[in-house]
Structures are given as C-alpha cells and as structure tokens.
DNA sequence: ATTGAAATTAATCAAACGTTTAATTAATAT
DNA sequence: ATATTAATTAAACGTTTGATTAATTTCAAT
C-alpha cells in the first residue's frame, strides 16, 4: 500500500473520528508512519486532505444516488437498502459526512451547499413524483412534508443508527436492520396515505 | 449580565456552531468582550467551560425526560411534542449535543455514557412497557425493534430535522412541524402493528 | 477613608499547530 | 553511466493554542 493511500485512510477513520479541527496533520502522519511533510506533497494542505478523503468517502454514494435517480427504481425499500449497504461498507462514512459535510463549521459546507446538496436533494423530488404517480403516496400532501419524510429515513442509516446504538447500547445485526429497514419504509409510505 | 453568563451564552452558541476543537478560547473571550483570562477564572479550563455549557443546556432536556417517565403519560405525540418544543426553545441545544456528546470523539462522551445514556435509555422500556401494555404495539416485536424505532422518533427534532432543512433548503413552520410530529407517531405505532 | 476580597487586565509561557524549506535517497528515463 | 524526476526526510518557520502569572482596578464592608 502506498503512502498516499495509507495517508489517506488514516485520515478518513481519523477525521470520521475525531472530527477536522481535533485532528491534526501530525497525528495523522505518526498513524500512517509517513513524514508530516508528505500530506502537503499529496494533497498541498490539511483541507485539501479532508476533501480528498470526503471524494473518496462519498463516491459510492453519490453514484448510487445517481443510479436510483435514473433507473428509475427507486422506492423508500430500494433507498433504505442502498444506504443501508453503503453505510456496512464503509462504516466512516456516517460520521465524516455527517462532521463535516452537513453539520454547520463543518469544512465541507460550502462544497456541500454548492454541489452535494442540489444533488441529493434534488433526486427526491423525483422520487416523490414517481411514488404519486403509481398512487402509493397522496397526491395533497405538501411536497415538503413527503421530502422530509423521504429525507429523515435516508438518514437513518447515516445518523440515527449509530447514535441510537449508542444511547440504547444496541449492537444490530443484520436481521434486525432488514426489519427496522422495512418499518422505515413503511413509514414513508403511511405519512404519506395514513 | 455578568461576564460569566455571558461566557457561558457565546460558548453555547460557539461550540455547537463550530465544535468544541474548532472553537478557541480566545474566540469566547473576544464575543463575550471579556479578557480571555476570565474564562480559567470562572470555569478552570476549556473543558469545564464546556461542560458548564451542557450541563446548562441539557437541563431541560432531562428534566422533560424523568417528567415524562414518571407521570406515566408517557407517548409517542408527547415525547414529539415535549422535544420539539425543547428544541424551538434552545435551538443550540441538538447541535450542542450531538457534535460533543453523541458522536464519537466529542469531548463529553465519556460523561454522556456514564451519567445520561442511562437515563434517556433507561426511559425507553419504560414507554414502550406501557404501550404495550395498554394494546397499542404488538406485545411480539422484538424490544430492540420497538426501542429503536422511539429512539429514531425521538432523535428527529435533534438531528434530521436540521440536517434534512438542509438538505431540501427548507424553513419548516409551526404546522408543518406539527404534521410531520404526528407522521412520525404513527410511524412508532405503525412500525409496532403493520 | 481604609481595607480586603473579588473582578479584570496585560503580558507571558511552553506546547502544539499547519506549513515550508533544503537536502537526500529512490526510481526512472536517456 | 548519466541525467531527471519522484519520493522522502529532518529541521525549522511563524502562528495559534490553552493556560498562568503578576499587577491593577472595582467595590462593598468596615
């Protein structure tokens, strides 16, 4: 493994971890066993390394948000299953996006507002229109009630699964996330034709 | 106002804004107007400061949780109700919580295991044995399932609903809100007895 | 008016920070 | 074998960090 990509990972579970500001470039070079001196020769600056980590981090992401998008297969389960997956995968995900892409001093932010957001917020609209169109949602509910609805199940895999755990001292297995998986979806379903 | 409630206002708004790493003292010191010195005067260190903050923060928070498990009035709408209105009090408060004490890495996370995990989960059973008990959720569902489902309920003013504004670039009045309470309810109720 | 404690200030500390530099080794191309 | 580029190192840069010190002001109680 090359020094890039092990400087890198560390930095992902690092930052995931710990969060930007609490982490710092020597912390991550002693844990990579590399010189402070090669993360500006990567990546040119400790932002530089974040948002290289974040790319890596959420290329999976993105590009199953697009695939949902235009295979037009997307249903809360099929949305539910798909983060769900991503998050089994790489398990750093949650935290970095959630540190420094969504929460507001994260550094990402403005990246976030500019590109990630429209992206991911405007696939949902489409969701929704596609879900009316079969009449499996009503058709007066408020666009936003049914997007925040949309929205607070694709975020549980990402937050409310780990911070649940946490607080309830749960260790989840598959099983019980392919039931909970479906009682989101559900839900979606039910705030939309109660 | 004294300088120490003043102290302790800008640290909660600044630390949940920025989080407690990205946030310097001598930052405090300068919005509060007050010598950076006064900060060790009445709070000791950095992590004090914080602690102060949450503690204070947290007040009602906790109060509202031991309230609601004790009057056995105890449900879904209430526990919605009762966070929605803490959080349009203290709007710092979710974010306050969630960056130091929820995530992983947050400066108060070993406090939040020992002194409130306990008590907010210990809460949890506690309302879903009533439910139960009155016919409300199906008596078969695993305990993990039906605590988890109420934690997701619970965390949604905290979290999502921020990050989901976001998102969708929404500004969620006083109605919406109270719609999307009594969706989210019925998910809990829902998710017990498809 | 004096005293003494509390509040506040300016100045300073060592440590850690992100970053840069210059020099050196390793690898590749000519 | 030589020249060129890439990778890596140790050392130092200036800045900022949380914290401390000593001196000063504030102000109520005597």
């Given at each position: 493994?090359?020094?890039?990509?092990?400087?890198?990972?560390?930095?992902?579970?690092?930052?995931?971890?710990?969060?930007?500001?609490?982490?710092?470039?020597?912390?991550?070079?002693?844990?990579?066993?590399?010189?402070?001196?090669?993360?500006?020769?990567?990546?040119?600056?400790?932002?530089?390394?974040?948002?290289?980590?974040?790319?890596?981090?959420?290329?999976?992401?993105?590009?199953?948000?697009?695939a949902m998008?235009?295979?037009?297969?997307?249903?809360?389960?099929?949305?539910?299953?798909?983060?769900?997956?991503?998050?089994?995968?790489?398990?750093?995900?949650?935290?970095?996006v959630v540190?420094?892409?969504?929460?507001?001093?994260?550094?990402?932010?403005?990246?976030?507002?500019?590109?990630?957001?429209?992206?991911?917020?405007?696939?949902?609209?489409?969701?929704?229109?596609?879900?009316?169109?079969?009449?499996?949602?009503?058709?007066?509910?408020?666009?936003?009630?049914?997007?925040?609805?949309?929205?607070?199940?694709?975020?549980?895999?990402?937050?409310?699964?780990?911070?649940?755990?946490?607080?309830?001292?749960?260790?989840?297995?598959?099983?019980?996330?392919?039931?909970?998986?479906?009682?989101?979806?559900?839900?979606?379903?039910?705030?939309?034709?109660?």
């Amino acid at each position: 493994m090359s020094a890039r990509d092990k400087i890198l990972e560390v930095a992902q579970t690092r930052f995931a971890e710990n969060g930007y500001a609490a982490t710092s470039v020597r912390q991550i070079a002693e844990a990579a066993d590399v010189n402070p001196a090669m993360i500006h020769y990567y990546f040119g600056s400790k932002e530089d390394l974040l948002r290289a980590a974040l790319e890596q981090a959420l290329e999976p992401l993105t590009e199953a948000v697009q695939a949902m998008q235009q295979s037009r297969e997307a249903s809360p389960e099929a949305i539910t299953r798909t983060l769900m997956g991503l998050v089994a995968a790489h398990p750093n995900l949650p935290l970095l996006v959630v540190r420094e892409v969504m929460l507001p001093g994260g550094v990402m932010q403005a990246h976030f507002a500019e590109n990630l957001a429209p992206r991911l917020g405007g696939a949902l609209p489409d969701i929704l229109a596609r879900e009316a169109s079969t009449g499996r949602i009503r058709k007066d509910l408020p666009p936003a009630i049914g997007a925040l609805a949309l929205m607070a199940m694709a975020l549980f895999p990402f937050i409310v699964r780990p911070v649940a755990e946490k607080v309830l001292d749960l260790d989840l297995d598959d099983a019980q996330l392919e039931t909970f998986a479906s009682h989101i979806s559900e839900f979606v379903r039910r705030g939309f034709a109660p």
